[in-house]
């Protein structure tokens, strides 16, 4: 360990450290730093632990408890603990704790211990019980609220639990919860406040891309910006539509996107599992999966999509041909020659097909079951030009077959995904 993390554990944190990452001393239960891409968030919360550890490793029967939430147990393990700015990178050769990856925990030399958990698995943290947590990136995780209300329930050891909390923002109902809060103290940051730690030809390529934009306010500056003017789709629409599961659902489908290149280098191509079901007097659509990615070669997104049409015992599957023609059917039918497909053509531009869609959210007749934080981005920022957003079109693909393309299947018992 002594040869990957050479530089960091030396640093004198206190005298180097920006202001929005040192703690702050009014008296307060949950920090929450709200900060751009690269503003130093990681490294803060990991300094926090750090510290909260080693003012407490002379007392042998004050060693603390800590919960480590984020998105994924992948991003617990690859950014929070073994990062290049997590806990194991800010720690001395003497102080360093030991990752123990069956039991998804960090033991530190002094007996404390660290334990981590997925946002995708809320009732993980049922169970357990702490006196300080560190939470990251909250406004990704899939099940927001329910992980936050198990991780209050959580923090019931010492005289004083305490919590750190760090996320690029976006307007959710927790994030405007806690900032509204007596007892949270919240902190802001731009990516510009940590420049000199960041590559240059990132503010020169990428950053100057979104500078002066409503995207670039959130994701560089860290603002908290609440609708752009124009698009279809606002943030209080995305969050009353919001639910933690679906009912047993009359048909589901997968809807693809196809990237017009290939490759490495390909554009995202975006995958969308919805289905529908009878509610009440109404049919209503429901958001599953966003299973989107970038980089893929036509065979790749072809398996990832056959791959969700059998985990969500799907109908069918939906896809573009406007580029590839029946390209996009024959790979899909090399994959699996027995899922059926479904090919559309876009005859309206995009925001013309969208706004039918848009039209269902307003009317209640969609739910997202969990977030979906790209799509919901995409969602809430197009304004009808600039970048391509796959993602959404995906989104449109499948609410129009499931809602709009035909008269609504008739209501019936379907097994529950």
């Not at 809060?181 to 902190?187: I, K, L, R």
């Not at 590839?324 to 053509?345: E, S």
Request: with cysteine.
């Amino acid at each position: 360990m002594r040869e990957l993390f050479p530089t960091l554990a030396a640093k004198d944190w206190e005298a180097n450290a920006h202001d929005h990452q040192k703690p702050p001393k009014s008296d307060w239960t949950t920090w929450l730093i709200l900060g751009g891409r690269g503003a130093g968030k990681t490294r803060a919360g990991a300094e926090w632990v750090r510290a909260l550890v080693a003012a407490r490793a002379n007392d042998e029967l004050a060693q603390p408890a800590i919960a480590l939430v984020a998105e994924t147990y992948a991003d617990a393990r690859e950014v929070m603990i073994e990062g290049q700015s997590g806990i194991c990178a800010v720690a001395t050769d003497i102080d360093r704790p030991v990752y123990e990856a069956s039991r998804r925990r960090l033991v530190w030399p002094t007996g404390a211990v660290a334990y981590a958990f997925s946002a995708e698995d809320p009732d993980g943290i049922r169970g357990y019980q702490f006196d300080a947590a560190w939470s990251d990136e909250l406004c990704k995780w899939r099940y927001p609220e329910e992980t936050w209300s198990n991780l209050q329930l959580a923090l019931r050891l010492g005289p004083r639990p305490r919590q750190i909390a760090t996320t690029t923002p976006r307007p959710m109902a927790l994030i405007k919860r806690l900032m509204a809060a007596e007892t949270t103290h919240v902190t802001r940051a731009s990516t510009y406040d940590n420049r000199a730690h960041l590559s240059e030809a990132f503010f020169t390529e990428i950053a100057a891309l979104y500078e002066g934009t409503a995207l670039g306010r959130q994701e560089l500056l860290g603002e908290l910006v609440e609708d752009i003017a124009g698009a279809l789709w606002t943030w209080t629409l995305i969050e009353a539509a919001r639910i933690n599961a679906a009912p047993s659902l009359d048909r589901v489908v997968v809807a693809v996107d196809p990237p017009t290149t290939s490759g490495p280098d390909a554009d995202e191509c975006g995958i969308i599992v919805a289905g529908v079901a009878y509610c009440g007097d109404m049919h209503t659509a429901f958001i599953l999966a966003d299973w989107s990615a970038a980089g893929l070669t036509p065979r790749q997104w072809a398996e990832k999509a056959v791959t969700a049409y059998h985990e969500f015992s799907a109908d069918r599957v939906v896809v573009e041909v406007n580029q590839g023609g029946d390209m996009a059917k024959t790979v899909i039918a090399q994959i699996d020659p027995l899922v059926p497909v479904r090919g559309v053509y876009a005859t309206r531009g995009k925001r013309l097909r969208a706004e039918p869609v848009a039209a269902l959210y307003e009317q209640g007749r969609v739910r997202h079951v969990g977030a979906f934080p790209q799509l919901e981005d995409q969602m809430t920022s197009y304004i009808g030009s600039g970048k391509s957003p796959d993602r959404l079109d995906a989104l449109v693909w499948a609410l129009t077959d499931l809602m709009l393309k035909k008269p609504a299947p008739k209501p019936g018992v379907r097994r529950m995904n």
